[in-house]
Nanobody, 127 residues
Framework: QVQLVETGGGSVQAGGSLTLSCSAS????????IGWFRQYPGREREAVAA????????QYIDSVQGRFTLSRDNAKNSAYLRMNSLISEDTAMYYC????????????????????WGQGTQVTVSS
C-alpha cells in the first residue's frame, strides 16, 4: 500500500504561481511512475504531467507545457508540481497518483495506469 498526500493548493491570481507537493509513504519501493491529474467539476480526471521515479523523465499535456514543471525527490518520497503563469483554466482539484506496474510511456496519461491516489488539493485561479 502507498499513501499519498497532496499539499500546496490554494487561491492565486492569474499569472501567479503555486507549487503542489505529493508526499508518499508506505510501500513506495515499487513506484515507477508518478502522475498529476486534475479534475473539473462534473468532468473526469485528466492527466497534467508525469515523471518516472528513477530517470526523472517528465511528460506534460500541451496546455501546461512550458508553464508547469514536475520534479521528484526520491530521498524524500516526494514529487513537486511547480505551476507558473497560472490561468483560470487551471482551476481544478489536483491529484497525485503512483503507478506500481510497468507503464508504457505512451500511456502515461491514462488514469487506469495508476493504482494509488491522493485525496487532492484545490487550485483556484482568479482572473
Amino acid at each position: 500500500q502507498v499513501q499519498l498526500v497532496e499539499t500546496g493548493g490554494g487561491s492565486v491570481q492569474a499569472g501567479g504561481s503555486l507549487t503542489l507537493s505529493c508526499s508518499a509513504s508506505g510501500s513506495t519501493g515499487r513506484t515507477n511512475l508518478i502522475g498529476w491529474f486534475r479534475q473539473y467539476p462534473g468532468r473526469e480526471r485528466e492527466a497534467v504531467a508525469a515523471i518516472t521515479r528513477f530517470s526523472g523523465l517528465a511528460q506534460y499535456i500541451d496546455s501546461v507545457q512550458g508553464r508547469f514543471t514536475l520534479s521528484r525527490d526520491n530521498a524524500k518520497n516526494s514529487a513537486y508540481l511547480r505551476m507558473n503563469s497560472l490561468i483560470s483554466e487551471d482551476t481544478a482539484m489536483y491529484y497525485c497518483a503512483h503507478s506500481v506496474e510497468p507503464v508504457r510511456w505512451g500511456n502515461w496519461y491514462k488514469s487506469t495506469e495508476y493504482k494509488y491516489w491522493g485525496q487532492g488539493t484545490q487550485v483556484t485561479v482568479s482572473s
